[in-house]
């Protein structure tokens, strides 16, 4: 079995603190950028198998990172955004998810989004 590998990309420290004690527990490789730019940089040096995304970040938006990786890369991607009130299901993707999220269910989003 391949090693599946995740890329985090989240501006906010707090949150990337938090995630990070998470992903420690799955087994997965992963890295965690805080800006679109950096990972399309992540990008461009390793496959991964999922992106978790913020939604709002000072760069690019959640929204034209999945445009970039779904037109590029054809990754998995998911946004977790603590702005409910914005409607992304009529872009790349559906898979949105509120913050402030728990481990359980944050976990439970990798297993089922992971290819």
Avoid at 3 to 29: A, C, P
Avoid at 32 to 52: F, P, Q, R
Avoid at 74 to 96: C, G, Q, S
């Amino acid at each position: 079995m391949s090693l599946k590998r995740i890329l985090l990309v989240e501006d906010h420290l707090s949150y990337r603190v938090l995630m990070n004690e998470w992903l420690k527990r799955t087994g997965y490789f992963y890295n965690i950028v805080s800006s679109g730019e950096a990972a399309l940089k992540a990008l461009e040096l390793t496959t991964y198998h999922l992106i978790v995304s913020d939604l709002f970040m000072p760069d690019m938006s959640g929204i034209m990172l999945a445009g970039i990786v779904a037109e590029k890369y054809k990754t998995p991607f998911i946004i977790i955004t603590a702005n409910t009130l914005f409607d992304v299901k009529h872009y790349v993707f559906e898979n949105k998810y509120p913050k402030p999220i728990d481990a359980q269910t944050f976990l439970s989003l990798i297993e089922k989004h992971i290819q």
